[in-house]
């Protein structure tokens, strides 16, 4: 039994050593003991009266051969976990003459085994209570376990749903071409996503949803394992924010065309005059043909600057929020949003300077653009009122990819303690009355969206706010 790899003991029927192995003397701390004929328990670590009286049991038994888990407490604190097995020893005539005792100490099995079991758990109660949706599916798409907070997403039983739905059968086919993708992405690194697509619930309706996976693997086989997020919530309070910026937007533009409207009637007013100069004339009797080519060239002159004027008007006014970006010319959208406000710079004595050497396309709306602009001049002049030499510059620039339009002024500026407050909603340096506090904010976010940046120009010798926007690819002159 010496050379034995595990720790094994033979007792007589008085429960004395006859025969042990080199293992049992290092499990139970007797290295070197000559324990023949001694008691089992009288050397080494104290034996718990339990497993004396198994013994004897076994000793007494027709038949022994039992195997359990014990614990043991240590003489220094704590608990050590053995595995013991007892089995009868006989003569080959069959009379008992002892008995085996196998006794392993496995504590730090039973301990790992504890807080694996912990472990799945806590994963299963991550699982079925998580409010993130989570499925395993096989490569081909068949879910095959699903948490609750998907199956809520999807509105199946998971009776029904796992082992007899597919991820395809629940996909809208209009995602073909997106789930290409993906399939790609996870052939390619082992994941797919984030991605957002819609699945069909079981009453037919579609729910958006955000999900991303990896590949897993067991028992040798690959299964996809996803994360599946309901964004409907997300989608109604996008849709609510989109409807109260095209509000705030609106509210900002009726302030900035209200503050327009008394020099635009006037600048509608002056072809109207004339107008109706020319119409009186021809009243009063038969006209020359000199005077009336005169009218009538006088006449067509007039209309046009008035259709202009409105033409212009009703490009910033109209309400196109909601349409998509179009490429426009820089310069032209400038020049229209000039039609209106170059009046008003004139009537108070506001030199305008326009530096616009640089144009290119840019893909905006054309109208939120204007209303950039707008702003930004309106700004300006209420900074200038009241300078001995007012001046306000716009101009255009190549900046790299992009093209920026610059505002400046001759006015004091933007004081730094207030130059990251200037673009809050509601933060506004004018007087009561004056302005909104919305007419940065929106115009900043206005540029943001189409991918570009309104900011102070600290480094500028004036006054400066500068818009960026990019560039349509090869659209610069």
Not at 247 to 257: E, G, Q, R
Not at 357 to 384: F, I, K, M, P, T
Request: proline content about 5%.
């Amino acid at each position: 039994m010496r050379g034995l790899p595990i720790p094994l003991a033979l007792l007589d029927t008085r429960l004395r050593y006859v025969a042990w192995s080199e293992a049992w003397e290092q499990a139970h701390d007797l290295v070197g003991a000559e324990l023949e004929g001694e008691a089992y328990g009288e050397r080494g670590p104290a034996v718990p009266e339990e497993e004396l009286h198994a013994l004897r049991r076994c000793l007494q038994a027709t038949t022994c051969d039992s195997q359990d888990l014990v614990p043991r407490r240590r003489p220094q604190g704590g608990v050590d976990y053995l595995r013991r097995r007892i089995s009868a020893w006989h003569d080959p005539e069959g009379t008992r003459l002892g008995v085996y005792l196998y006794l392993e100490r496995i504590t730090e099995e039973v301990e790992t085994r504890r807080q694996l079991r912990e472990r799945e758990g806590f994963i299963d109660l991550l699982f079925e209570r998580s409010s993130v949706g989570m499925n395993l599916c096989r490569l081909d798409g068949l879910w095959l376990e699903s948490n609750p907070a998907f199956l809520e997403i999807i509105g199946y039983p998971r009776a029904e749903a796992d082992g007899g739905l597919t991820y395809w059968q629940l996909t809208p086919p209009d995602y073909e071409a997106e789930e290409a993708e993906q399939i790609a992405q996870l052939q390619a690194t082992g994941r797919y996503g984030p991605y957002e697509k819609e699945f069909i619930r079981k009453d037919g309706t579609r729910v958006p949803v955000r999900l991303h996976g990896f590949l897993v693997e067991r028992n040798g086989e690959q299964f996809i394992w996803s994360l599946i997020e309901d964004i409907s919530e997300r989608r109604r309070l996008e849709a609510q924010y989109r409807e109260e910026r095209i509000k705030a937007i609106k509210t900002s533009k009726l302030a900035v065309l209200g503050e327009l409207a008394a020099g635009v009637a006037h600048e509608i007013n002056n072809p109207l005059a004339i107008i109706e100069g020319y119409v009186q004339l021809l009243r009063q009797g038969e006209p020359s043909p000199e005077l009336l080519a005169e009218a009538l060239e006088k006449i067509g002159e007039a209309s046009d600057r008035a259709a202009k004027i409105v033409r212009s008007l009703r490009k910033i006014a109209r309400e196109d929020s909601r349409a998509a970006p179009q490429p426009v010319s820089l310069c032209a959208v400038i020049r229209d949003t000039l039609e209106l406000y170059s009046r008003r710079f004139r009537t108070h004595g506001v030199e305008l300077r326009r530096a616009l050497e640089v144009d290119g396309e840019v893909c905006v709306r054309a109208n939120e653009l204007s209303q950039v602009l707008l702003n930004l001049l309106n700004n300006a002049y209420h900074a200038v009122e009241g300078d001995a030499q007012p001046w306000v510059e716009l101009r255009t620039e190549r900046r790299g990819s992009a093209i920026g339009i610059r505002v400046s002024d001759s006015g004091a500026g933007v004081p730094p303690a207030l130059r990251e407050k200037i673009f809050d909603p509601f933060f506004t340096t004018k007087e009561v009355g004056k302005g909104t506090g919305l007419g940065l904010s929106i115009s900043q976010s206005i540029v943001t969206e189409l991918g570009g940046s309104l900011a102070i120009d600290a480094e500028w010798p004036s006054c400066s706010f500068l818009v960026e926007l990019p560039l349509e690819q090869g659209a610069s002159k």
